[in-house]
């Protein structure tokens, strides 16, 4: 299928939010890592895919993307051991519900993204941190912020 297309840790989370603003969830599977806590663990991986594109699915149906704005890129580097370490890109999303009720109401969303290069050395999603108290799309998960 259609793999991540590679890029920058950034151009890869750039991608992501066109994927969502575009409807186009097959990129949204194909840019996660396949160890990423967004990813289910229960079946084969290509089951496992499958239900990541279906929650990919309902996303798009019910939020309206509107906007992402890069704060900055961390991490990525490649340490004197030669380990390649997973890059940080910080951003903040607004987005909308779906309908007239709920498209009037703006969100914005902090979120902390952690990329890992996988088995073909490109860059993909293995999960985000929720940085402001918002009520963000899957919010509800862990406040730990760790100040590197």
């Not at 840019?31 to 089951?47: A, D, F, V």
């Not at 862990?142 to 100040?147: G, I, K, L, T, V």
């Amino acid at each position: 299928g259609g793999g991540g297309g590679g890029g920058s840790p950034e151009q890869v989370m750039r991608a992501r939010f066109s994927a969502y603003v575009k409807n186009l969830p097959a990129f949204v599977v194909s840019s996660t890592h396949p160890e990423s806590t967004n990813m289910p663990q229960k079946g084969t991986l290509e089951e496992n895919k499958a239900k990541l594109l279906k929650d990919a699915e309902t996303t798009m149906r019910t939020v309206v993307f509107r906007s992402f704005n890069l704060s900055r890129v961390t991490g990525g580097e490649v340490s004197d051991k030669g380990a390649q370490e997973d890059a940080f890109v910080t951003y903040e999303v607004t987005y909308t519900g779906v309908g007239k009720k709920n498209s009037k109401r703006k969100q914005t969303i902090a979120e902390r993204s952690r990329l890992r290069k996988g088995p073909g050395g490109e860059w993909h999603f293995m999960d985000a941190m929720v940085l402001n108290a918002g009520n963000g799309p899957g919010a509800g998960g862990s406040n730990a912020e760790n100040n590197r």
